[in-house]
């Protein structure tokens, strides 16, 4: 406890007392008022009699702001709220496209639908109308899932810090519209086939080929650097995703343990990748640009990246081509062939799907791919996994000897 250099001087006319503090070099007021001790500090001892005499009045000020503020508080706007809670939450706390896709949605979404309500009237009852009416406009209910867990988050954060005049959450009593989960839809062997076949000649191949032999992420693939894959061992080090925002570029290191892993690669792909970066050397000569072992796997043959959005929108073009020209073919519309359904994480599920059918483990599959739980990997693919159960029940029997028929 620090000592004070001389005795406790008592102010006149109940003013309190001061003392010098040697180890924080100041001195120290202390004065009851209203049955509390309050202490203030100040550099000099005149200073510290000066806000001991005039310690009501400060008290009495504070006391009025902090009602003015708990006032304002209470004629806080849904709006102005999600907006400071975006600036001071998210954007401190999450990653840029966390707050990206956050900000997208409070501004696209929740703002124009509950912005005008005040924050501590909003009802359950009103939240509820909203995603009605969202629905009746053509939004998903994924989509208003996702609206309606930010505005949770949102609202806990106000509830804990004790402002803004709410004490109870209302969307914990909203009812908003069930998700179906949708089934994952891998490609069949015909499908990706004839997928591979296509593109052999694009610059899409590669890394088209090396999603369905390794099961990676779309901005992981993309993310990666020569000096990630170890053609010597036959594997890849996953450690980071590419993200782009506002025409910017960005790499991140990914966020979970299990996220970051080492991926054996198959035989096919490890020869592709071997000659993969024999071409690529080649093509640099042409283009005039240097392979090195920070160069990006996955390029254009001019040597331009391949951005994420530009990947996505050119592998859906491509399989429509394919399913328009089967469509043709076989006589049938667009919507009967299977292939127009995919999209580029479906390779994902192609190689999880591929590996189930080869009885490979679900520790060794969802460790492969990334998950976080092997729980995980067994409910995206619970689906796929009944075949697997009818293959193994054939040999289940009560008795070995003795059958009930």
Same mark, same amino acid.
């Not at 000592?3 to 001061?18: A, I």
């Not at 202490?39 to 400060?58: C, D, F, M, R, W």
């Not at 015909?190 to 076949?197: A, G, I, V």
């Not at 293959?391 to 070995?400: A, R």
């Given at each position: ?18 003392d ?6 100041l001195?120290?007021g202390?004065?009851?008022?209203q049955?509390?001790?309050h ?14 005499? !005039?310690?009501?009045?400060?008290l ?19 709006a102005?709220?999600l907006n400071?809670w975006?600036?001071?939450e ?5 990653r ?14 929740l ?9 501590n009237e ?6 509820s ?7 009746e406009e053509?939004?998903s ?10 505005? &949770? &988050? ?8 004790? &402002? ?5 959450n ?14 994952? !839809? ?32 779309r901005n ?11 053609l ?34 198959p ?18 000569k ?33 399989? !429509? ?19 127009s ?18 009885? &490979?483990?679900?520790?060794?599959i ?20 009944p ?15 003795k059958?009930?028929?």
């Open positions: 406890m620090a000592k004070s250099v001389n005795k406790s001087k008592r102010n006149l006319n109940g003013n309190g007392s001061v010098y503090q040697k180890a924080l070099n001195w120290r202390r004065r009851w008022l049955g509390k001790r202490v203030i500090y100040s550099k000099t001892q005149a200073g510290a009699n000066h806000k001991l005499k !005039n310690l009501p009045e400060t009495e000020a504070k006391a009025l702001e902090e009602a003015r503020k708990a006032e304002s508080d209470k004629r806080t706007t849904v102005d709220y400071h975006l600036a001071t998210v954007k401190l706390k999450s840029a496209n966390t707050y990206d896709n956050y900000e997208r949605m409070v501004r696209v979404h703002i124009p639908k509950l912005g005008r309500f005040f924050l909003l009802t359950s009852d009103d939240i109308d909203k995603w009605i009416e969202m629905i053509g939004c209910p994924s989509l208003i899932e996702h609206c309606h867990a930010r505005l &949770t &988050t949102a609202y806990n954060v106000a509830i804990d810090k004790g &402002t803004y005049g709410v004490i109870i209302p969307t914990l009593k909203a009812t908003r519209p069930s998700v179906e989960k949708e089934e994952v !839809n891998p490609l069949s062997t015909e499908d990706y086939e004839l997928l591979l076949d296509t593109v052999r000649d694009t610059d899409y191949f590669s890394i088209i080929h090396t999603a369905l032999h390794t099961g990676m992420r992981e693939l993309l993310a990666l650097r020569w000096n990630d894959i170890d010597a061992m036959g594997a890849i080090s996953v450690h980071r995703q590419v993200y782009r925002s506002k025409g910017v570029t960005a790499y991140h290191p990914l966020k979970t343990k299990n996220a970051r892993r080492f991926i054996s690669l035989p096919e792909a490890l020869q592709h990748l071997t000659k993969e970066w024999e071409r690529q050397i080649d093509k640099g042409l283009h005039g640009y240097k392979i090195i072992g920070n160069s990006p796997v996955f390029r254009r043959s001019t040597g331009e990246e391949i951005l994420p959005n530009g990947l996505t929108h050119a592998f859906k073009q491509i399989v !429509n081509r394919i399913a328009e020209e089967r469509a043709t073919e076989l006589g049938v519309s667009l919507e009967d062939i299977s292939l359904k995919n999209h580029f994480h479906d390779l994902r599920h192609t190689h999880a799907s591929i590996l189930y059918a080869q009885n &490979t483990p679900d520790v060794v969802s460790k492969r791919l990334g998950h976080a739980t092997v729980a995980i990997t067994m409910e995206i693919y619970v689906h796929i996994r075949t697997m159960e009818k293959d193994y029940i054939q040999n289940f029997s009560l008795h070995p000897t059958t009930w028929v």
